[in-house]
């Protein structure tokens, strides 16, 4: 049982793709009293990844082939919620998030949000309190405010890999007809505003002093193109001219 409520199961899945320099140290920040199970999936890693994980106490999957971002974290997902999970913590393996943040959101697991979103914009100033890269802060900022305007979903952050699956998203929302790539975490805050569900936000730390994977300028250059795509054919869908995809059940 975790101590953040006695009512819900609480599963961490840990999302890993050539992550093995930063392994050791995220299972030691792990508080394993915030969790009752922990997973970790490995996306088909070229490095030490797997090998490394299989050292600590946590229920290891590896991909056969290399899934992608999005693909990763369907299988991860639905692994969690048909072993029983009533919430799932998705973390990054490159140990970027604080994991132990999840404390913060105990108020909304307690109330049955479907998506809890951690943002490094609440409260505080992650460039200069993080370190934060100067035009990742700036690009995430303006996007983040503007995406938050034309969808009016008060959120700080969209584009944050830090988010709490809840059943009731589990059980609504087709994330499976989302992207296998980067998009996926877009696309899933859509779906959970189209389908009418509750979400929330919760301040979270995170570090860029050590070891870290994202994608590079140039492939967030064209995530953000698609983000605007997606973001077109959210509106197509609510007003019923043309529903894509991921909004069909």
């Not at 919620?81 to 009533?86: N, R």
């Not at 303006?142 to 008060?154: H, R, V, W």
């Not at 919760?202 to 492939?219: A, H, K, M, P």
């Amino acid at each position: 049982m975790n101590k953040i409520t006695s009512k819900k199961k609480i599963y961490a899945i840990v999302i890993c793709y050539n992550s093995a320099p930063a392994i050791e140290d995220l299972y030691n920040k792990i508080d394993k009293d915030l969790f009752d199970k922990i997973y970790f999936f490995d996306d088909n890693s070229t490095d030490d990844s797997y090998e490394i994980a299989k050292k600590f106490d946590w229920e290891i999957i590896k991909n056969e082939k290399n899934l992608g971002h999005g693909g990763n974290l369907k299988k991860a997902i639905e692994t969690a919620f048909i072993d029983g999970a009533d919430y799932a913590l998705e973390i990054h393996a490159d140990n970027q998030y604080d994991p132990n943040s999840i404390i913060n959101a105990k108020n909304f697991l307690e109330n049955d949000y479907a998506l809890v979103i951690g943002s490094r914009f609440v409260n505080k100033n992650p460039f200069l309190k993080d370190g934060m890269p100067f035009l990742r802060f700036i690009s995430n900022k303006l996007m983040s405010g503007m995406t938050s305007k034309l969808l009016s979903i008060n959120l700080s952050e969209f584009h944050t890999g830090y988010k709490i699956f809840g059943k009731k998203f589990y059980e609504t929302v087709p994330f499976k007809k989302c992207s296998n790539n980067y998009l996926f975490s877009f696309q899933i805050i859509l779906q959970t505003k189209y389908f009418n569900l509750k979400y929330g936000e919760i301040s979270i730390s995170s570090s860029y002093s050590g070891f870290r994977t994202s994608c590079g300028y140039f492939d967030g250059l064209i995530y953000l193109a698609n983000n605007f795509t997606e973001i077109f054919f959210y509106f197509l869908a609510k007003i019923g001219i043309f529903k894509s995809t991921i909004y069909k059940k």
